[in-house]
């Protein structure tokens, strides 16, 4: 499956925005998504993931409370809206696929097998 991540863009401290990861060649169904982040110089990390059935969600602490993330299977498409955006969220944002079981959810980089091109968010203060 080959994934694209979308949305991104210039905002303000406090702001609102709506990611969205786009599977082409194949279906969404059988995978557990996941998104991660990069900011500069830092390593890449995980922020939220759901289950393929989209009923199971996992979150980094520090967006707990301010991001919710959703799929739309039939449309082969992952959304992670992030609330109250902070200047430290500013990261190449990358969604992610791994073949899963129902109601898995995975938080670690190393098992997601598919990536897609990430999608560049900035706050600005």
């Known amino acids: 499956v080959q994934l694209q991540a979308s949305g991104g863009g210039l905002v303000r401290a406090g702001d609102s925005l709506r990611l969205s990861c786009t599977a082409s060649?194949?279906?969404?169904?059988?995978?557990?998504m996941g998104w991660f982040r990069q900011a500069p110089g830092k390593e890449r990390e995980f922020v939220a993931t759901?289950?393929?059935?989209?009923?199971?969600?996992d979150f980094a602490d520090f967006v707990k409370g301010r991001a919710t993330i959703s799929r739309e299977n039939a449309k082969n498409t992952v959304h992670l809206r992030m609330n109250s955006l902070k200047t430290e969220d500013t990261a190449i944002y990358y969604c992610?696929?791994?073949?899963?079981?129902?109601?898995?959810?995975?938080?670690?980089?190393?098992?997601?097998?598919?990536w897609g091109r990430g999608t560049l968010v900035t706050v600005s203060s």
């Open positions: 992610a696929a791994r073949q899963g079981v129902t109601g898995q959810t995975i938080n670690s980089i190393n098992q997601y097998d598919f």
């Open positions: 060649e194949g279906t969404i169904v059988p995978y557990v």
């Open positions: 759901i289950s393929r059935g989209g009923t199971v969600r």
